[in-house]
């Protein structure tokens, strides 16, 4: 393959290898690219999946046969290079091919899945089926004997998923945490432009200035934002999300997560409340009998539950207020732009479920308001396990509560978890927050007296929401199918919800 026999030896393998890592790089990246637009759910990853299934599958193909019939090592080097400046312009593209996608589909969930597919499959679909032809090519390069052929495949494909394997960690823990996804496509192309232009500097030295196209693209990229919309004020990418805050036309300050059409946390600086759902949660105090309240908030996201109980409730109840946060920049943005250092609580950077698996400390009040991947309560906070997991860590009165989206009371996804707290908790109550797809579920050992708390609230607008409790919630009996850990289609029953929608033709109201 080259003049060296050093070289010779030595340099395919390490082609191989530079082509595996970037594989594994440009999939996982097409993760985190497409998440402020489409989010980041199974769905998505389906799509991001299988695409690159096959174009490595098509690359493997017309590799073996583009080999056999013209096997030149500088053939091969051309394609690494091609795929490597293809590589380099994803960033520079998507953000067209992106919004054209979503304003020729619309921002239905469902089709912003389709929507998904075709972006991955114009953005990301031809340079994996460029580096997909390498593997093939290296071995009828190197196969000079059909005794040894089986022998020179595997060593091949070994460097090729040892590479894959370094790609995958570096990418993971490193270039997209530290550096960003477009920095990590940007040197990922880098590195398969300079490998194809060592390859074939023996014959035509100029296309070096080619290996340094990439590089300019990410100098000229620095500092700009992936995603762009009106009111932006920060955006970054963390290890779990792209993160946005965004100031409404209203001057309310919104954290968005993903693709943003889900809002994670509210802030005004004139009121800790919302005129959203996040209040309703401001009347499970007052059915607490005791003074001293022990509250946990499982996916506290910038504070604005946390917020209401230490300025409002603290008037009337002893807060002492846990709130766990999977990811920490998160927290990061809460202090700099929701005022979080103002509120005396404690937060833990872990996941819900596994702080509940960790801790022995046992609560009045659990609140779980998680939500990833858009407008989807992760899985395993949805499941009998979990909820037999919350009861064991609430006190004999205490009280869960669970903020659940649904589209109208016989939503699978309302009716399913419902039967599930159902399954553990032998009272369950559920209340729908007017003009919103937010329903507040309430279970406990004991009956919950809502026509009587124990103390009433000094804030005219949180005893208003107590009368709307009193008037709303209604038991709850079983009904619908029971969520274990073993199966619970939270995305596909979200989205089954959203079918509804389009039948009905009330596409309007979520988006």
């Known amino acids: ?301 910038g504070g604005t539950t946390s917020r209401i109980y230490t300025t409002e409730i603290e008037k009337d109840k002893d807060i002492s207020l846990d709130a766990v946060e999977i990811d920490p920049e998160i927290t990061t943005v809460a202090r700099n732009y929701f005022n979080l250092d103002e509120q005396p609580i404690t937060i833990i950077h872990d996941d819900g479920r596994h702080y509940l698996e960790s801790t022995d400390e046992r609560y009045d009040i659990i609140i779980v308001d998680a939500y990833s991947q858009q407008i989807y309560i992760p899985f395993q906070l949805t499941t009998q396990e979990f909820f037999d997991l919350v009861r064991s860590r609430l006190t004999d009165q205490g009280l869960m509560a669970i903020n659940v989206n649904a589209v109208n009371d016989d939503s699978r996804l309302l009716t399913s978890i419902l039967s599930t707290i159902r399954s553990v908790f032998p009272y369950v109550y559920s209340a729908h927050y007017e003009d919103t797809f937010n329903y507040l579920i309430v279970a406990s050992e004991t009956p919950v007296n809502f026509d009587r708390p124990g103390v009433r609230p000094s804030s005219p607008y949180v005893a208003e929401l107590m009368n709307r409790i009193q008037r709303d919630a209604r038991g709850v009996d079983e009904g619908g199918e029971i969520l274990t850990d073993n199966r619970a289609p939270v995305e596909l029953l979200t989205d089954s919800m959203f079918f509804t929608l389009i039948r009905e033709s009330r596409v309007d109201e979520v988006l």
């Open 1 to 301: 393959m080259a003049d060296s026999g050093q070289k010779k030896n030595i340099f395919p393998f390490v082609l191989v290898f530079i082509t595996g890592a970037s594989c594994l790089a440009v999939e996982l990246t097409a993760s985190r690219i497409l998440a402020p637009f489409f989010g980041n759910s199974i769905f998505i990853w389906g799509n991001i999946i299988s695409v690159t299934l096959a174009a490595l599958a098509l690359g493997y193909w017309i590799g073996g046969k583009f080999s056999d019939l013209r096997p030149d090592p500088r053939l091969l080097y051309w394609i690494v290079l091609v795929s490597g400046l293809l590589t380099a312009c994803i960033p520079l593209v998507f953000r067209f091919v992106i919004s054209s996608v979503v304003l020729g589909l619309g921002g239905f969930q469902m089709i912003m899945i389709i929507g998904s597919f075709i972006s991955i499959l114009l953005l990301f679909f031809v340079p994996l089926f460029l580096l997909g032809t390498v593997s093939p090519f290296v071995i009828r390069l190197l196969a000079k004997d059909v005794a040894t052929v089986g022998n020179t495949a595997g060593n091949v494909y070994a460097f090729s998923t040892l590479g894959s394997i370094l790609g995958a960690l570096s990418t993971t823990f490193g270039t997209i945490p530290f550096l960003g996804s477009r920095e990590t496509l940007y040197l990922f192309s880098s590195l398969l432009c300079i490998i194809a232009v060592i390859g074939l500097l023996a014959k035509k030295k100029w296309v070096i200035g080619l290996a340094a196209i990439p590089l300019i693209l990410w100098a000229l990229s620095a500092g700009a934002p992936l995603k762009d919309r009106p009111g932006l004020l920060y955006s970054t990418e963390s290890p779990y999300q792209y993160i946005e805050v965004v100031q409404e036309d209203d001057g309310m300050l919104t954290l968005r997560t993903n693709d943003g059409r889900g809002i994670q946390s509210m802030y005004s600086a004139s009121s800790p409340f919302t005129s959203s759902y996040f209040d309703y949660f401001a009347v499970l105090p007052y059915y607490i009998d005791h003074q001293d309240v022990n509250v946990l908030n499982i996916g506290h996201a």
